[in-house]
C-alpha cells in the first residue's frame, strides 16, 4: 500500500530564512507526486506536482522540490520565505501514469513564520 | 473556470438527521474524489468516480455514508443518520489524466 510521511509536524522559520520540508514516499511503482499548501479554513491548492522528466520542479509562489527516486523523497524547498508562507503544507502520492486514483496524503507539516 | 463548487460552506445540524453535501467539478475533469479531514486522522479519501462510475468505496467509513454522480457535472456526499463524529471538513476535487487535483473549498460538518 502507499504511504507518504512528512516527519516535521510543526517547523518555526524566520523571514527572509530559507525553508526545506521533507517528505517521504512508499510506492510500488513509479510515483506521481505533489505538494499542496492550505491556509486556516481554506482548501489545498496546488503548489507543484512530478509526474516524469526532470527531477527538479519548479511551483508557484517560489517553491520547488526534488525527487529523488533512491531516497523515495520530494522535499519541497524555498529560498527565502514570507510571512505569507504561513500554512499548512501536504504532500501527497498518487498512481504512476498521473491515473485517475485518489491520493494519499501525508499527516501535513504546519509553517510558521517569524519575523 | 471557477473551479471545483462545493456547498454549503458550512452546516450545522443535529444528531441523527440526513445531511447532502454537495459539488461541481470543473468541466471535462473526469475524475471525482470525496476526502474527510479531521485533526485526529488528517486527509482520507472517501470514494472516487471515474467518468461518473463509482470506482472505489473503500474509505467511506460505514454505510451510513453514501456518494452518487447522476452526470459529470454534480455529485452529492450523503450521511444518514449523522452522528457528532461525522464531524469534519468534507473536499471534493476533481482531475484529468496527467493532470493536478483541484479541490474545492470544502464543507465544514458540524453535528450536534
Known amino acids: 500500500a502507499q504511504s507518504v510521511t512528512q516527519p516535521d509536524i510543526h517547523i518555526t522559520v524566520s523571514e527572509g530564512a530559507s525553508l526545506e520540508l521533507r517528505c517521504n514516499y512508499s510506492y510500488g511503482a513509479t510515483p506521481y507526486l505533489f505538494w499542496y499548501v492550505q491556509s486556516p479554513g481554506q482548501g489545498l491548492q496546488l503548489l507543484l506536482k512530478?509526474?516524469?522528466?526532470?527531477?527538479l520542479v519548479q511551483g508557484i509562489k517560489g517553491f520547488e522540490a526534488e525527487f529523488k527516486r533512491s531516497q523515495s523523497s520530494f522535499n519541497l524547498r524555498k529560498p527565502s520565505v514570507h510571512w505569507s508562507d504561513a500554512a499548512e503544507y501536504f504532500c501527497a502520492v498518487g498512481p504512476s501514469g498521473g491515473g485517475a486514483d485518489g491520493l494519499t496524503f501525508g499527516k501535513g507539516t504546519h509553517l510558521i513564520i517569524q519575523p | 473556470d471557477a473551479g471545483v463548487i462545493q456547498s454549503p460552506r458550512h452546516e450545522v445540524t443535529e444528531m441523527g438527521q440526513e445531511v447532502t453535501l454537495r459539488c461541481k467539478p470543473i468541466?471535462?475533469?473526469?475524475?471525482l474524489f470525496w476526502y474527510r479531514q479531521t485533526m485526529m486522522r488528517g486527509l482520507e479519501l472517501l470514494i472516487y468516480f471515474n467518468n461518473n462510475v463509482p470506482i472505489d468505496d473503500s474509505g467511506m467509513p460505514e454505510d451510513r455514508f453514501s456518494a452518487k454522480m447522476p452526470n459529470a457535472s454534480f455529485s452529492t456526499l450523503k450521511i444518514q443518520p449523522s452522528e457528532p463524529r461525522d464531524s469534519a471538513v468534507y473536499f471534493c476535487?476533481?482531475?484529468?489524466?496527467?493532470?493536478?487535483?483541484?479541490f474545492g473549498s470544502g464543507t465544514r460538518l458540524t453535528v450536534v
Open positions: 468541466s471535462g475533469h473526469n475524475s
Open positions: 512530478y509526474f516524469s522528466g526532470d527531477t
Open positions: 476535487a476533481s482531475s484529468q489524466i496527467r493532470g493536478g487535483y483541484t
